[in-house]
Nanobody, 124 residues
Framework: EVQLAESGGGLVQPGGSLRVSCAAS????????IGWLRQAPGKEREGISC????????YYADSVKGRFTTTNDNARKTLYLQMDSLKPEDTAVYYC?????????????????WGQGTQVTVSS
């Protein structure tokens, strides 16, 4: 059974940084595409980053490109999202998820599992 557990969210000032983590179990990283989604109040869920099954490619949405970095630690089975230069519009619940394939725009397609999410609030 795939299990994903996000942690590390919190309150941060605009321009600040935060790293959220996702502990994964029940699958092998090379068998799935994996990435991060977010959902802000009143908005649709948005795919923001995706690592391909091979692990050789990482894709980002335009809204976070150049500010966010997704990495995975295969040994610890943990996915990370490093967020820099945060803006108030980055406020959302952040989810890690597994799926079938990445789009070139940072979307994870065929999402089949996700965690409970972690709240990130960017505010002064």
């Amino acid at each position: 059974e795939v299990q994903l557990a996000e942690s590390g969210g919190g309150l941060v000032q605009p321009g600040g940084s935060l790293r959220v983590s996702c502990a994964a179990s029940g699958f092998t990283f090379g068998d799935v595409a994996i990435g991060w989604l977010r959902q802000a109040p009143g908005k649709e869920r948005e795919g923001i980053s995706c690592i391909s099954r091979s692990g050789e490619s990482t894709y980002y949405a335009d809204s976070v490109k150049g500010r966010f970095t997704t990495t995975n630690d295969n040994a610890r089975k943990t996915l990370y999202l490093q967020m820099d230069s945060l803006k108030p519009e980055d406020t959302a619940v952040y989810y890690c998820a597994t799926g079938i394939v990445c789009s070139g725009r940072g979307e994870l397609l065929g999402v089949d599992a996700w965690g409970q999410g972690t709240q990130v609030t960017v505010s002064s």
